[in-house]
């Protein structure tokens, strides 16, 4: 668990804090707080609440609101629960919010860049979590993320968005239906939202899981495309690797600091069966991705042995006509012999020796078939012909 304490700086949150400091005009009412209402548009703040013995009691309009809320004595003997949710705030905001709850400056400017790895920091008494969500999108074979990032304070929580998983109003949903347990404080808001988180990676791996198996039909099969398939899918597997490998660490971080922080014990039962499913979720991810190396090595054996079996039989096709045109040109030799002799003796010249001869032409049909005799047995003992 890392512990951070806050940096003293002489100008506070440099210059995203100068942002909220600009003074109203006067007579003017703070900014209404975009909502959630209308399909397409980007709201900034989706729900802001206070909550008190684990039941919603307000509904602000502004964080401002919310924090003056907290630091109410009167008519409350129950401790109070701030929780606001923002989806992809304006820097100005967070730095608003930064000022209001006195957060960490570092975690500040990590909630702002996004684009961080999964981890949990412990700023003094303010926690700092990034967690990814994902969804499996089936028709593209890709997983898509969602980063989230928390805030977590005795009495405040913060969560931000950068996409639109996870859905945290179903999380909120349903602690509201369960106030004993939202009354425990920002641990079973981070409890909720961490299962809510974990929960949301088994239909990921229940998509992974059916297309590691079409990809084995494919690969015996012989489908030409299924090597960049198997590519593919092999890196959204170590994407889901990156998201979900340091979220052990995150549950351990937790664990450890169960006695220091007198968490609740239903809550440390809660944390614990979501680090269980966390161990089971990396298991089956490293499973999915020696699964894919097999299946990467067994389509190369299999192209291989293809390959081989292609060249195999190129070369008895080759081999094959080799032979044919070692036959014809054993015959062309044995006919091309007769032919030579036959144009010696054809040819018309007056004084040509064994013209006159009685037993020159039984000589020259002799001498044809002897030579073609010789030629014949000479290929026939090497299997020209």
């Not at 690797?241 to 968490?263: D, H, M, N, S, W």
């Not at 036959?342 to 002799?366: I, S």
Request: charged share 30%; glycine share 6%; with cysteine.
């Amino acid at each position: 668990m890392a512990d951070r304490r806050r940096p003293q700086l002489t100008a506070p949150l440099t210059a995203l804090s100068t942002l909220t400091r600009r003074p109203r005009p006067a007579g003017l009412a703070p900014e209404p707080v975009t909502r959630l209402e209308l399909p397409g548009r980007a709201p900034k703040l989706i729900d802001n609440a206070v909550y008190s013995a684990g039941r919603r009691v307000d509904t602000p309009e502004s964080p401002e609101e919310s924090r003056t809320w907290l630091r109410l004595t009167d008519g409350f003997t129950e401790n109070r629960l701030a929780w606001l949710g923002l989806y992809r705030p304006e820097p100005h905001q967070v730095g608003e919010l930064a000022e209001l709850f006195d957060l960490p400056e570092l975690a500040v400017e990590d909630a702002i860049h996004a684009h961080q790895r999964p981890k949990f920091e412990r700023y003094g008494d303010t926690l700092f979590v990034v967690l990814k969500a994902a969804r499996y999108l089936d028709a593209r074979e890709e997983v898509e993320f969602g980063e989230l990032h928390l805030f977590l304070g005795r009495d405040f929580v913060i969560t931000i968005r950068h996409a639109e998983s996870p859905d945290l109003a179903r999380v909120r949903r349903r602690l509201e239906s369960d106030p004993e347990l939202l009354a425990k404080g920002s641990e079973s808001v981070l409890y909720a939202i961490l299962d809510a988180v974990v929960d949301g990676y088994l239909p990921v791996l229940a998509g992974l899981d059916k297309d590691i198996d079409e990809i084995e039909l494919e690969v015996f099969r012989g489908d030409p495309k299924v090597s960049r398939r198997i590519y593919e899918l092999s890196q959204e597997v170590l994407d889901v690797q990156r998201a979900t490998a340091p979220l052990a660490g995150i549950c351990a971080a937790i664990t450890a600091g169960f006695e220091k922080y007198a968490v609740d014990e239903d809550l440390r039962a809660a944390l614990r069966d979501v680090a269980d499913h966390v161990t089971g979720i990396n298991e089956r991810v490293d499973a999915f991705r020696s699964q894919l190396r097999d299946i990467l090595t067994v389509n190369a054996t299999l192209v291989a042995q293809r390959q081989n079996e292609e060249m195999k039989t190129l070369s008895e096709t080759s081999i094959a006509q080799g032979e044919e045109v070692k036959k014809i040109s054993a015959w062309a030799a044995i006919l091309f012999a007769p032919s030579l002799v036959g144009g010696v003796y054809g040819m018309n010249f007056q004084h040509m020796p064994e013209l006159t001869w009685v037993f020159g032409y039984p000589f020259a049909l002799t001498l044809m078939f002897g030579i073609s005799l010789a030629l014949y047995v000479i290929f026939k003992r090497r299997d020209w012909i």
